[in-house]
């Protein structure tokens, strides 16, 4: 599986941007796939993610109520829609997959196979 992740920029606090990840390759309706970012000077951490074949979408507790991840099977897209931005928001942002496994700790970095270039956002304050 390739994860290509695009949609960064600069954008004022506030303000919205809607990252996508485009996956191409064979993805399984078990598989995990979602958003880590990293911001300056800090370590990775877990964003959003969901199954490919649906059920629960998961949330960082930081980005609940602004964040919303979403998908396109039929492309074999997903979506990260990024409301109400704050300047804590800017990162680098990895799309993430991983092969299909029963009981996956979604939030956790190292369970994912598969990882995008990144793409950057920044929040101006």
């Known amino acids: 599986v390739q994860l290509q992740a695009y949609g960064g920029g600069l954008v004022q606090a506030g303000g919205s941007l809607r990252l996508s990840c485009a996956a191409s390759g064979r993805t399984f309706p078990a598989s995990p796939i979602g958003w880590f970012r990293q911001g300056p000077g800090k370590e990775r951490e877990f964003v959003a993610a969901l199954i490919w074949g649906g059920g629960t979408t998961y949330y960082a507790d930081s980005v609940k109520g602004r964040f919303t991840l979403s998908r396109d099977n039929g492309k074999k897209m997903v979506y990260l829609q990024m409301n109400s931005l704050k300047a804590e928001d800017t990162a680098v942002y990895y799309c993430?997959?991983?092969?299909?496994?029963?009981?996956?700790?979604?939030?956790?970095?190292?369970?994912?196979?598969?990882w995008g270039q990144g793409t950057l956002v920044t929040v101006s304050s």
């Open positions: 993430a997959s991983a092969k299909p496994r029963l009981r996956v700790d979604v939030e956790n970095g190292r369970n994912y196979d598969y």
